[in-house]
């Protein structure tokens, strides 16, 4: 069963910067898509941004200039850099990676963004 698992959150103050990971259990050869999803208080699970196989890479307008997602085939893992974090970026962050026809996500980390 392949897992994902997130790390690297936590509480940053606003126009800091983090960078998550998201370590995969299999080699990301085999994901046609991967990227980072988010959920905010009382909010929906939104888009954050996506990279594909072959590197092409898409963002959310929220998040876009700020935020850099990016993978490293040899250590199976894909990457987020938040910079100039708001508080709106407040969230827990999920991982997900499309295998064929299904979606994998992971657990989630919390990141908190306070002034």
């Known amino acids: 069963q392949v897992q994902l698992v997130e790390s690297g959150g936590g509480l940053v103050q606003t126009g800091g910067s983090l960078k998550l990971s998201c370590k995969s259990s299999?080699?990301?050869?085999?994901?046609?898509?991967m990227g980072w999803y988010r959920q905010g208080p009382g909010k929906q699970r939104e888009f954050v941004a996506t990279v594909t196989a072959g590197g092409d890479s898409d963002y959310a307008d929220s998040v876009r200039g700020r935020f850099t997602v990016s993978k490293d085939r040899s250590k199976s893992t894909l990457y987020l850099q938040m910079d100039n974090l708001k508080d709106e970026d407040t969230a827990i962050y999920y991982c997900?990676?499309?295998?064929?026809?299904?979606?994998?996500w992971g657990q989630g980390t919390q990141v908190t963004v306070s002034s």
């Open positions: 997900a990676a499309a295998l064929g026809s299904v979606s994998i």
């Open positions: 299999t080699s990301i050869f085999s994901f046609k898509k």
